[in-house]
């Protein structure tokens, strides 16, 4: 059998962390749990519990390449804005690999904040967005998000 990894799951799956632990703090504890666990193991890709930098980072390059829709090698506001319709034909997409036998992950989404803080990721204010732009503010979020500080995002970061 073919195997065709996409690594597509860890950053997204980080930001989301990031951006939906407010709302999910509100909720069920247990879904809130599970939701986490989920999204680590999504995001973890040698499986070792915890989210490095770097397993976000390849996500995040995985990621920026299924929007970068004409293949420029940046983000345009108009790609960006198009997120939501590209992220799920690619969904779609390997839903059809998956079904033909390989092995695919779970796309990821860029923080949602990219969208509505354009000008403000764009540092260098050309109009797009670079891999080093978006990788930089990645690297902040990442900060943000791992509390304990020890380099790596896990469930020890979401206990009180
Ligand atoms: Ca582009
Ligand atoms: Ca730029
Ligand atoms: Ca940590």
Redesign the pocket.
């Known amino acids: 059998m073919k195997t065709k990894t996409v690594i597509a799951a860890a950053l997204a799956s980080v930001f989301a962390i990031t951006a939906a632990a407010p709302s999910f703090a509100a909720g069920d504890p247990v879904k809130r749990q599970k939701h986490i666990h989920r999204m680590i193991n999504r995001a973890d890709t040698n499986k070792d519990g915890r989210v490095s930098e770097t397993e976000m980072a390849n996500a995040l390059a995985a990621s920026f390449a299924v929007l970068d829709t004409n293949h420029d090698g940046v983000l345009s506001k108009t790609e960006i804005d198009n997120r939501k319709a590209t992220y799920k034909a690619y969904r779609q997409q390997l839903r059809a690999e998956r079904k033909a036998g390989q092995h695919v992950v779970s796309v990821i989404h860029i923080p949602k904040g990219v969208g509505k803080n354009f000008a403000k990721v ?9 891999k080093i ?1 978006l990788a930089k503010i990645a690297g902040e979020l990442f900060k943000r998000r791992d509390h304990n500080k020890d380099g790596y995002i896990s469930v020890d970061d979401f206990k009180a």
């Open positions: 764009d540092a260098n204010s050309d109009g797009v967005i670079s732009e």
